[in-house]
């Protein structure tokens, strides 16, 4: 299984690097077909990925494990070991970092929901790019393979090498082939990030640092670090530092209120598969990062500090959010700012830091993965119709295109969270796992559902309801759009799969729940009955301590 | 007690790699002249013949480097071999052959043969700098370094830019041997011997306590003195100048040599003075302290005049300043109290920076030509539509200086925040916040390069031709980057094992 892991990796990358190399001298139309096989095969072996998983699970049972962090399958291979190595006795206590590769449920969850996305990305820029073509599918197959690479990797510096390479495609998209604003959009995306993600390597960094010091022999190990802190709290005070230092990077990629403002830009400049990929899969690496780090690891810091801080952000995001996406007349960005919107509850169900709300975190990162992913799709392909996304330019072209408006319509209700869809397990679950924790949150963000209704359904009713409006056709390309035509077969084969997916998900969430479900407990276990610390009365009793000390 | 010759004698054998290029060297000397004609000229491919027989001279090197294992135990002779040599040999010796393979193209056929062996003296005196065990030794190595450097800028001949550029660096260079040679005089005076086990020794000892004020002042003269081989700030302000009018196989070497002696001299002497009880004053905290100021500055300042550099030699002169900076924190690091040796991240940063920067340097070379010269930002324009492979290994290149995976580079940062974040004091702590900042700072500006390259369209016009070998060489610098994330360990264990 983990062979099968390897070649998921390696088929996007491979066939980002062949295109890479024949980029100047093959048929340049042909790139999208190699494209396509290359992520229709990723799909393929995700699928059976997440099936050999599923028989797996059901070998071993699912009970909860005993490290907060569990892989089922595990792959470890000593890649640098740092520190004395004269004597093999040194270098045994010496810190290691490893290729250190595994699947757990949240993994192969998030792995499939890449490769799907992958598939959607190609068909939905099969048209829309037609400059250095091979380059462009290239990036969009190496981010792939670096987003699986976050998704599977168990080491710590190994996380955190995939979560920065996962920059440098998604730069050369959104700077390359994107709006007229790319070059600033993509450096102010890159360095933001950047700055962000270096914040967090010295929060790894003190993580790894203080187990080594405690006599951890591969600190790196994210599943041997987290029981190790199990066993081994840190200092509360410390725990709050370093949960701080994590966090700006993981804040800025979620993005969190009031780290956000890269992306409404990003969004608005990238190409449409650039921007189904930053929301499906890119913003998910924030919340998955908070899964793998400070919830397993900081329990204290969590609790104390991170859960009231996350909660009144995430309340702040949601509804700062949705008025933002609410005055929005370009429908692209409105849907940016819905993202906020949307992973402020995907952020208030982690950080209720119990079974409920984390799952109901996860489930959300799915789906807005799906039904976001299909929101851009959508306004791509009226995009590159009438090469306009204002809401006052169109209108009524529901009577144009009844298809795409049909599918629109199908999404938007999935994103608002109708019962059925997929946003209803997400949400509801977020939102009762915070209830348990403090009500008033949960309440404060369940305001956000309703704007969430309002301003998608205003913006069904500019676009796609009313009289008709369209923008004068462009002469100087008619010739290649001819008129205007409803959802080609291509463009449904694209918006198919992931509406599926959002009925499926609605209808059924217990499958997706199962396989995610004993990860989840085992981290919300260590919260099951855990008092906040008082870090006040912690403080003064340090300073009393010291000063009887000093005496 | 052996007399000097015969310690030389007893020496010579450690001393086999450099006996061949100093052999190559002589044969360079004295025979070029006689295959060029009174005016200077030399027939056409004479280059190439010369850069071959530096090469061979390199190979024959590093296969004795790569075969000798001779330690010499510590004593008084005038030289030592010990872990840092062999990696300050093999890494001198493998970037050597990188830079002459750059060089070769650079220079004209009647000027080639003395080029080509000035660049060999200058191995020669980078590996002799590791092999010093004295202060006379030392001091020779130094300027074995610098004078064959002065005449290495020199010899292009192209333009004003070009004699401003080796006046220059030769009389601050010498200003700056001035002050160490003072620092070391001091030393002597303090310790009352040359040798540095001897030295080390006497300090040990406790015999010097009087010359405290002696010895701190001589610390502080060879730390500005070296500091200027580093580039570190303050003494950096040659770097940008004389980089702007150099051909980039003098920007390569000048971006490596100085950085490599001036920590191998440093490493060599501070822990003479540190913590081996002279007084609590000289060792430990002050000298620290001036090192962690400069690193500060260093990294900082580089960075930030980096930013706005048109040039692009100029900005390459600026972020090999930085990149000072950020080794310097390995020195700064005290190793019993971390985890990771600093001075190993150092020597491991030293090599990987090198390789890379080397690299960029060689791509430079690749695609620039007399007819449409790479020396600024906007000549970069559109480069991976002209040039894609050279295009995409200088962006890994770049990306590697930035600290991005999967190259070297981050390997090398990381490497630093690991040993000054674990060493727990407040001074590794801010250490590693700077470095933190910094790291994101310089990614403006190599970003810049990259979108410069990828973003923009070409000119019209003439498209320049590829000079294939440096280009090649280039290539590979950013092939094994990518190579050295995925298996450093070699490397790495190589640069820990020695303990100063």
Same mark, same amino acid.
């Given at each position: 299984m983990i062979q099968l892991l390897f070649i998921l990796l390696l088929v996007p990358l491979g066939a980002g690097g062949l295109l890479l190399l024949f980029s100047g001298v093959s048929q340049q139309r042909s790139a999208r077909w190699i494209a396509l096989g290359g992520s229709l095969v990723a799909l393929a072996l995700s699928l059976q990925l997440a099936a050999d998983y599923r028989a797996l699970q059901a070998e071993q049972g699912v009970s909860a494990s005993d490290s907060p962090i569990a892989p089922r399958v595990e792959y470890r291979r000593t890649w640098e070991i740092i520190g004395d190595t004269s004597t093999p006795g040194a270098a045994a206590d010496a810190i290691k970092l490893e290729f250190h590769f595994g699947l757990d449920g949240i993994s192969v969850v998030m792995i499939v929901l890449t490769a799907l996305l992958g598939v959607v990305c190609v068909l939905s820029s099969w048209d829309a790019i037609t400059e250095r073509e091979s380059e462009f599918y290239a990036a969009l197959l190496i981010l792939q393979s670096g987003v699986i690479g976050v998704f599977c990797a168990f080491d710590a510096v190994l996380f955190y090498v995939f979560f920065e390479f996962t920059l440098i495609p998604l730069f050369f998209l959104i700077a390359i082939w994107g709006g007229p604003q790319r070059r600033y959009a993509a450096v102010k995306f890159f360095l933001y990030t950047l700055a962000g993600s270096l914040v967090t390597l010295l929060g790894i960094i003190t993580l790894i640092g203080y187990a080594a010091k405690g %006599?951890?022999?591969? /600190?790196?190990?994210l599943p041997e670090l987290a029981a190790w802190y199990q066993a081994h709290p840190m200092d509360p005070w410390l725990q709050v530092g370093v949960f701080a230092a994590l966090s700006v990077g993981f804040l800025i990629k979620v993005p969190v209120f009031p780290f956000h403002t890269w992306l409404p830009l990003a969004h608005v400049e990238a190409p449409t598969a650039g921007s189904i990929l930053l929301a499906g899969v890119l913003l998910k690496l924030g919340t998955y990062g908070f899964l793998r780090f400070c919830l397993p690891m900081l329990p204290d810091a969590c609790l104390t500090v991170g859960l009231p801080a996350a909660a009144i952000l995430s309340v702040i995001g949601i509804v700062y959010g949705s008025l933002c996406a609410l005055i929005q007349r370009d429908v692209k960005k409105l849907v940016a700012y819905s993202s906020v919107a949307h992973l402020g509850f995907c952020m208030l169900g982690l950080f209720a830091l119990n079974v409920e709300g984390m799952t109901g975190g996860v489930l959300q990162m799915v789906n807005h993965g799906l039904s976001t992913g299909a929101l851009f799709l959508i306004v791509g392909m009226f995009y590159e119709r009438y090469h306009t996304r204002m809401m006052d330019d169109l209108g009524g072209l529901a009577s144009r295109l009844p298809l795409m408006a049909a599918g629109m319509v199908f999404i938007c209700m999935a994103s608002v969270g109708? /019962? %059925?869809?997929?946003g209803f397990p997400g949400e509801m679950l977020s939102l009762a796992g915070m209830f348990k924790r403090n009500p008033l949150y949960a309440a404060a963000g369940a305001t956000g559902l309703v704007l969430g209704a309002w301003y998608l359904l205003t913006m069904l009713q500019f676009v796609f309801f009313g009289p008709l409006k369209e923008p004068a056709v462009h002469h100087h390309d008619h010739d290649r759009h001819g008129p205007i035509r409803d959802i080609s077969f291509r463009e449904l084969a694209a918006l198919l799969p992931l509406a599926a997916a959002c009925l499926w998900i609605g209808v059924r969430p217990q499958p997706l729940i199962d396989v995610i479900r004993p990860d989840i407990e085992a981290v919300a276990k260590l919260y099951d009955g855990r008092p906040p610390v008082d870090l006040k009365a912690l403080a003064v009793a340090k300073v009393q301590q010291r000063s009887g000390q000093e005496q | 007690m052996a007399t000097a010759i015969e310690q030389l004698t007893n020496g010579v054998h450690f001393l086999a790699p450099e006996l061949i290029l100093v052999v190559a060297v002589c044969v360079m000397f004295l025979t070029g002249p006689f295959f060029v004609t009174e005016a200077g000229v030399g027939a056409p491919g004479l280059r190439k013949r010369w850069g071959a027989l530096a090469l061979v001279a390199i190979g024959c090197a590093g296969f004795v480097w790569w075969t000798s294992d001779a330690v010499r135990p510590l004593d008084t002779g005038p030289f030592r071999a010990d872990a840092l040599t062999w990696y300050v040999r093999g890494l001198t010796l493998a970037l050597g052959a990188l830079i002459s393979i750059v060089l070769v193209d650079q220079i004209d056929d009647g000027h080639s043969a003395e080029s080509q062996a000035c660049l060999l003296a200058i191995l020669v005196g980078v590996n002799l700098t590791a092999l010093a065990n004295d202060l006379i030794v030392l001091f020779l190595a130094l300027e074995l370094v610098s004078i064959p450097t002065y005449v290495l800028l020199y010899l292009p001949r192209r333009g004003e830019a070009n004699q401003e550029a080796a006046i220059k660096y030769m009389l601050l260079s010498i200003f700056s041997s001035a002050i160490v040679l003072y620092g070391m005089c001091m030393l002597y005076g303090a310790a009352g011997t040359t040798n540095l086990a001897g030295i080390a020794e006497v300090f040990s000892a406790g015999k010097s306590d009087g010359a405290a004020t002696l010895v701190r002042l001589s610390v502080a003269l060879l730390i500005a003195g070296l500091s200027f081989r580093l580039g570190a700030v303050p003494f950096h302000f040659y770097a940008p100048d004389v980089f702007q009018g150099i051909p980039s196989a003098a920007a390569a070497m000048l971006s490596y040599v100085p950085k490599m002696v001036g920590f191998a001299a440093l490493l060599r002497l501070l822990p003479l003075v540190d913590g081996l009880g002279v007084t609590e004053a000289v060792s430990g905290p002050s000298a620290q302290m001036l090192i962690a100021a400069l690193a500060i500055a260093t990294m900082t300042i580089g960075n930030l005049l980096a930013l706005r550099q048109d040039n692009l030699y100029r900005l390459m002169a600026y972020s090999s300043v930085a990149h000072a900076g950020y080794m310097m924190i390995g020195l700064v690091v005290q190793s019993e109290n971390s985890d990771v040796s600093g001075v190993g991240a150092l020597l491991f940063y030293l090599a990987t920076y090198a390789l890379i920067t080397i690299g960029v340097f060689a791509l430079f070379a690749g695609v620039s030509s007399d007819k449409s010269p790479v020396r600024t930002v906007s000549d970069l324009a559109g480069m991976s539509r002209i040039h894609p492979a050279v295009a995409l290994a200088l962006a890994v290149c770049l990306f590697s200086l930035t600290g991005l995976p999967p190259t070297v580079g981050m390997l090398g940062k990381l490497n630093l925040f690991l040993a000054s974040w674990g060493e727990g004091t407040t001074l590794g702590r801010s250490l590693a916040i700077v470095l933190a900042v910094n790291a994101a700072i310089s990614a403006w500006y190599y970003l810049r390069l990259i979108g410069v390259m990828f973003f923009d369209t070409a000119p019209a016009g003439e498209k320049s031709k590829l000079t294939l070998a440096p280009a090649v060489a280039g290539t590979l610098c950013s092939v094994a980057s990518i190579l050295l994330f995925i298996s450093p360990q070699q490397l790495w264990e190589a640069a820990v094992k020695f303990v100063p």
């Open positions: %006599g951890l022999t591969s /600190p790196c190990s109708l /019962p %059925g869809l997929n | -």
